[in-house]
């Protein structure tokens, strides 16, 4: 007899008093007294997974909560870290700071930063709003883009800055004499 017909009788018997023997392929025998509800071994052991995986499901959702919370508490912590960062007794953004952080941006064309090269031509810096005025070696530049958005990108990262400007200017127009001689020494021309 399979289990759904097993449980066919069972809900047939459920009206009628008293108990029936139940016998499935296997051989186990088994009595269910409807009126008591007495249960099978097997039945039992059915319902006591079925109570298992429902106090488990009932855990794991409070662990899910649990870290829940301790990702706000987290987001939480950063946000404070934050606002101490741009407090006014935090350290303020200072051009030696913007310009060390320019100089992890190298020419593509040239193995030299952009600092070095002589490319940053002025670094403005008024109530966490950062303006920056840099060139490039030519107006052609196929990387142009691609190093402006990096700037910003690294000057944004800085704490305490609010706003960041990336402006590209081509007067002066750049030239080998703007380079340090850290980067003329490099590229041969001392």
Same mark, same amino acid.
């Given at each position: 007899?399979?289990?759904? +017909?097993?449980?066919?009788?069972?809900?047939?018997?459920?009206?009628?008093? !008293?108990?029936?023997?139940?016998?499935?392929?296997?051989?186990?025998?088994?009595? =269910?007294?409807?009126?008591?509800?007495?249960?099978?071994?097997? &039945?039992?052991?059915?319902? @006591?997974?079925? &109570?298992?995986?429902?106090?488990?499901?009932?855990?794991? *959702?409070?662990?899910?909560?649990?870290?829940?919370?301790?990702?706000?508490?987290?987001?939480?912590?950063?946000?404070?870290?934050?606002?101490?960062?741009?407090?006014?007794? *935090? $350290?303020? /953004?200072?051009?030696?700071?913007?310009?060390?952080?320019?100089?992890? =941006?190298?020419?593509?064309?040239?193995? =030299?930063?952009?600092?070095?090269?002589?490319?940053?031509? %002025?670094? +403005? =810096?008024?109530?966490?709003?950062?303006?920056?005025?840099?060139?490039?070696? #030519?107006? %052609?530049?196929?990387?142009? %883009?691609?190093?402006?958005?990096?700037?910003?990108?690294?000057?944004?990262?800085?704490? %305490?800055? @609010? $706003? /960041?400007?990336? $402006?590209?200017?081509?007067?002066?127009?750049?030239?080998? #004499?703007?380079? #340090?001689?850290?980067? @003329? @020494?490099?590229? !041969?021309?001392?």
């Amino acid at each position: 007899m399979g289990l759904g +017909n097993m449980f066919s009788k069972l809900f047939k018997k459920e009206n009628g008093k !008293g108990s029936s023997a139940v016998t499935d392929e296997g051989g186990l025998h088994g009595t =269910i007294d409807i009126a008591n509800k007495v249960e099978s071994p097997r &039945t039992e052991n059915i319902h @006591k997974l079925q &109570t298992r995986n429902i106090e488990e499901t009932a855990i794991q *959702a409070t662990q899910s909560e649990d870290k829940v919370e301790d990702i706000q508490t987290e987001d939480e912590a950063y946000q404070k870290l934050q606002t101490e960062e741009a407090a006014p007794g *935090a $350290e303020a /953004v200072t051009e030696e700071k913007i310009l060390e952080i320019l100089s992890d =941006i190298y020419d593509p064309e040239i193995p =030299i930063d952009i600092v070095n090269l002589g490319l940053i031509y %002025g670094v +403005n =810096i008024e109530n966490g709003s950062v303006n920056v005025k840099m060139t490039l070696t #030519s107006p %052609g530049c196929p990387t142009a %883009g691609q190093m402006v958005q990096e700037a910003q990108m690294l000057i944004e990262e800085l704490p %305490g800055v @609010k $706003e /960041v400007k990336v $402006e590209v200017v081509w007067d002066p127009p750049w030239d080998p #004499s703007k380079m #340090s001689d850290e980067a @003329k @020494k490099a590229l !041969g021309y001392m």
